[in-house]
Structure formats: structure tokens, C-alpha cells
């Protein structure tokens, strides 16, 4: 099993920067891609961005494209959600995963992760 913690997020003006931090425990060996999702109420949890286990492997919702970098220390087990130029319709529970299925493909599908934190609320007042 693989535990997933999110940490960083909360109350940021429009404009602004939160960084957030997702540390991977337990049988970590195995995990390929990490990503981060969001979800408001109402609405079906949204890809953000995923990075492959090399981190030579990027890919963005457009709506992020520019402001948003992604990036994986594998020495800490630790996947990292820099997002900059933060706009209220970012606002929402960020959730990181992880999935030790070996594909380039199907990055932005919730059914690929395996493992799921517990999220993370991001709120941008404007």
C-alpha cells in the first residue's frame, strides 16, 4: 500500500502563489506517474497535471498551462504543485495520486491512480 499527504494549501489573494506538497510513504517502489486533481462541489474531480517517474514527462490542463509546474524529488517521495498567478476559479480541494501503471496514456483519467490522498483546500478570494 502507498500513503499520499498533501500539504500547503489555503487562503491566497488573486494573483498570488501557493505551493503544495504531496509526500509518498509505504510501498513507494512501484509508483510511475504522480498527478494532482481538483474538484468543487458539485462538479467531477478535474486533472491538473501529471509527471512521470523520471520527471522528464509533463502534461497540463490547458486552463493552468503557463501558471502551474509540477515537479517530483524521487530521493523524498515527495511531488510538488508550484502554481503561481492563482485566479478564484482555481479554487477547489487539490488532491494528489499516484498510479504504478507504466503508460504514457490516459494521464488525465481518474480511473489510472491507484492511490489517493486525502486533498488539500485551495481557496483564491479576488
Known amino acids: 500500500q502507498v500513503q499520499l499527504v498533501e500539504s500547503g494549501g489555503g487562503l491566497v489573494e488573486a494573483g498570488g502563489s501557493l505551493r503544495l506538497s504531496c509526500a509518498a510513504s509505504g510501498r513507494t517502489l512501484g509508483i510511475y506517474t504522480m498527478g494532482w486533481f481538483r474538484q468543487v462541489p458539485g462538479k467531477e474531480r478535474e486533472f491538473v497535471t501529471a509527471?512521470?517517474?523520471?520527471?522528464?514527462?509533463?502534461a497540463y490542463v490547458d486552463s493552468v498551462k503557463g501558471r502551474f509546474t509540477i515537479s517530483r524529488d524521487n530521493a523524498k517521495n515527495t511531488v510538488y504543485l508550484q502554481m503561481n498567478s492563482l485566479k478564484p476559479e482555481d479554487t477547489a480541494v487539490y488532491y494528489c495520486a499516484a498510479t504504478t501503471v507504466r503508460t504514457y496514456n490516459r494521464w488525465s483519467s481518474a480511473s489510472l491512480y491507484d492511490y489517493w490522498g486525502q486533498g488539500t483546500q485551495v481557496t483564491v478570494s479576488s
Open positions: 509527471i512521470s517517474w523520471s520527471g522528464g514527462s509533463t
